[in-house]
Nanobody, 115 residues
Framework: EVQLVESGGGLVQAGGSLRLSCAAS????????IAWFRQAPGKEREGVSC????????NYADSVKGRFSISSDDAKNTVYLQMKNLKPEDTGVYYC????????WGQGTQVTVSS
């Protein structure tokens, strides 16, 4: 079964850090562009960052550049999102998926940043 499972969210104060994990099964993340998305309350889902293992490229939304870092562990078939200097506006449910959203959305992981 093709599946992505997000974890690692939580409640942190502004300026804090979290590391999110996106564990894949049924396919190899190296062969795809995997992206992190987030959805804040009352807002549309937006792209945050993406990584291509085969092309060795990483991209970030302007709002998170310099604070977030995406990486992958091919042995664990997992993509990570290291988030530092978190801001209240980073609050939302974080999801991972292929860049073109070709997989069913998972439950996501909640990130709440208090001011």
């Amino acid at each position: 079964e093709v599946q992505l499972v997000e974890s690692g969210g939580g409640l942190v104060q502004a300026g804090g850090s979290l590391r999110l994990s996106c564990a894949a099964s049924g396919f190899t993340v190296y062969d795809y562009v995997i992206a992190w998305f987030r959805q804040a309350p009352g807002k549309e889902r937006e792209g945050v960052s993406c990584i291509s293992g085969s092309f060795n490229t990483k991209n970030y939304a302007d709002s998170v550049k310099g604070r977030f870092s995406i990486s992958s562990d091919d042995a664990k078939n997992t993509v990570y999102l290291q988030m530092k200097n978190l801001k209240p506006e980073d609050t939302g449910v974080y999801y991972c998926n292929t860049f073109d959203n070709s997989l069913p959305w998972g439950q996501g992981t909640q990130v709440t940043v208090s001011s």
